[in-house]
């Protein structure tokens, strides 16, 4: 019986795995008509809806943000979204903090996370964006150049390890002449 239940499992993780290397997304700038499938992809992602409610208050209240949603066959299967962050005593810094990420739980490990973290990177880049702040896998964010900020004397407002808290320059030494704790918008407070 065992071993029934062993190859049914190898032959599900082969389907999916077949049906993940089929999946070609588009990754594009969110639309309002994209915000209902968002917030269910984000509910669905987290178990539960508050990183959906999230997303909805930070657009609300974040002066300016970047939000980007992956489609497969018309539908919103990925969604990530930027906003700014403070660095405490130096308001004039353009930085951005990534968060939240969500892909499909039947998509996940199928690169859309990685196509929207390099949409997104290059978005940020092209609005003038110098650094970006992440609290996240430290097993996954370092292979977009993300490094533990500790590096550069900056710290999180939350009480984290070090080593999920961390940096990507955008522009080379943007972060040189700089150290303190990175403040988040305050709708990440209530979540």
Excluded at 57 to 74: C, F, K
Excluded at 181 to 186: C, E
Aim: net charge neutral; glycine share 6%; charged share 25%.
């Amino acid at each position: 019986m065992r071993r029934r239940s062993i190859i049914n499992t190898i032959r599900t993780a082969d389907t999916r795995k077949l049906m993940i290397r089929q999946c070609k997304v588009n990754v594009r700038d969110e639309t309002s008509a994209d915000r209902a499938a968002v917030f269910d992809l984000n509910a669905t992602a987290f178990s539960d809806d508050a990183e959906a409610r999230l997303v909805d208050a930070l657009r609300e209240s974040a002066d300016e943000y970047i939000s980007m949603v992956a489609v497969d066959n018309q539908e919103i299967v990925g969604h990530i979204m930027f906003t700014p962050v403070t660095l405490e005593t130096f308001e004039g810094l353009r930085l951005m903090g990534l968060a939240p990420m969500a892909v499909s739980p039947s998509l996940q490990r199928a690169g859309i996370g990685s196509e929207l973290v390099t949409a997104g990177l290059k978005r940020c880049r092209s609005q003038g964006v110098g650094a970006v702040a992440v609290l996240g896998h430290p097993q996954y964010y370092p292979r977009f150049g993300f490094m533990p900020s500790s590096q550069w004397g900056i710290k999180s407002e939350y009480d984290v390890p070090e080593d999920v808290f961390m940096m990507l320059e955008l522009s080379t030494g943007y972060l040189q002449d700089y150290k303190g704790k990175i403040r988040y918008n305050t709708a990440f407070a209530r979540l």
